[in-house]
């Protein structure tokens, strides 16, 4: 089972998620939060760390949140453990996917104007063609970078693996002989979010979770 938690970030919360949360979290990632310059960045890092923390204790996993560690693509894992995961933020929404049994990447982004025309680059001819003939070029775009960001984060490959040397094509791709599938996951209609994952498989949504609650506990 893979398993997605979401939630939003709220100014008038910040002050009291720090104080509440960070306390618990390694003095190393507690310096960092509070390097940001933007409370926003800052509570979106925060909340992802959160969500991961209390999806692993649904599921039981006898895991120390706190012992990340990160691979040669800065992929992060937790050692002696086949669970995973990955964080996603964009805009105001944080969201965290982990699952039990498969590779998983997933992406969120805020639907916004952008000058699609600077990511041309990134895209195979025929994605570009679907994009300009679509009725809403920008949220198509949004469709194609969040399917492909998902497929590079679940590969764990990062920007090693240019986007344009893959395609997606009806919800599947291949990169470096490994299939993937991809699942559009429905969270705000202000944002596309996408799920890519290399073992078909069903997913539970949970949320959105509130971080002036004891939701996160």
Same mark, same amino acid.
């Given at each position: 089972?893979?398993?997605?938690?979401?939630?939003?970030?709220?100014?008038?919360?910040? +002050?009291?998620?720090?104080?509440?949360?960070?306390?618990?979290?390694? @003095?190393?990632?507690?310096?960092? #939060?509070? %390097?940001?310059?933007?409370?926003?960045?800052?509570?979106?890092?925060?909340?992802?760390? !959160?969500?991961?923390?209390?999806?692993?204790?649904?599921?039981?996993?006898?895991?120390? *949140?706190?012992?990340?560690?990160?691979?040669?693509? !800065?992929? *992060?894992?937790?050692?002696?453990?086949?669970?995973?995961?990955?964080?996603?933020?964009?805009?105001?929404?944080?969201?965290?996917?982990? %699952?039990?049994?498969?590779?998983?990447? #997933?992406?969120?982004?805020?639907?916004?104007?952008?000058?699609?025309?600077?990511? @041309? %680059?990134?895209?195979?001819?025929?994605?570009? !063609?679907?994009?300009?003939?679509?009725?809403? *070029?920008?949220?198509? $775009?949004?469709?194609?970078?969040?399917?492909?960001?998902?497929?590079?984060?679940? &590969?764990?490959?990062?920007?090693?693996? *240019?986007?344009? +040397?893959?395609?997606?094509?009806?919800?599947?791709?291949?990169?470096?002989?490994?299939?993937? $599938?991809?699942?559009?996951?429905?969270?705000?209609?202000?944002?596309?979010? &996408?799920?890519?994952?290399?073992?078909?498989?069903?997913?539970?949504? !949970?949320?959105? $979770?509130?971080?002036?609650?004891?939701?996160?506990?």
């Amino acid at each position: 089972m893979t398993q997605i938690y979401y939630t939003y970030i709220h100014k008038d919360n910040h +002050s009291r998620l720090l104080k509440q949360s960070l306390p618990d979290l390694p @003095k190393a990632y507690q310096e960092k #939060i509070r %390097s940001y310059r933007r409370w926003q960045d800052a509570q979106l890092s925060l909340l992802g760390r !959160l969500l991961l923390k209390y999806g692993i204790k649904q599921i039981n996993e006898n895991i120390d *949140p706190n012992k990340l560690r990160f691979n040669g693509t !800065l992929k *992060p894992y937790f050692e002696s453990s086949t669970l995973e995961f990955n964080i996603s933020h964009s805009g105001n929404l944080v969201v965290c996917a982990i %699952s039990d049994h498969c590779e998983i990447g #997933i992406d969120v982004e805020n639907i916004r104007p952008i000058e699609i025309s600077d990511f @041309k %680059s990134q895209m195979t001819q025929k994605e570009w !063609l679907s994009i300009m003939d679509s009725i809403d *070029p920008t949220a198509s $775009f949004f469709q194609y970078w969040t399917q492909k960001e998902a497929v590079l984060k679940a &590969h764990g490959s990062g920007m090693s693996t *240019p986007l344009k +040397s893959f395609e997606n094509i009806n919800c599947q791709t291949r990169v470096n002989d490994t299939n993937f $599938f991809l699942r559009e996951i429905k969270l705000d209609q202000e944002y596309t979010c &996408h799920l890519a994952f290399n073992e078909k498989m069903d997913f539970e949504l !949970l949320g959105p $979770f509130f971080v002036d609650s004891s939701d996160l506990n």
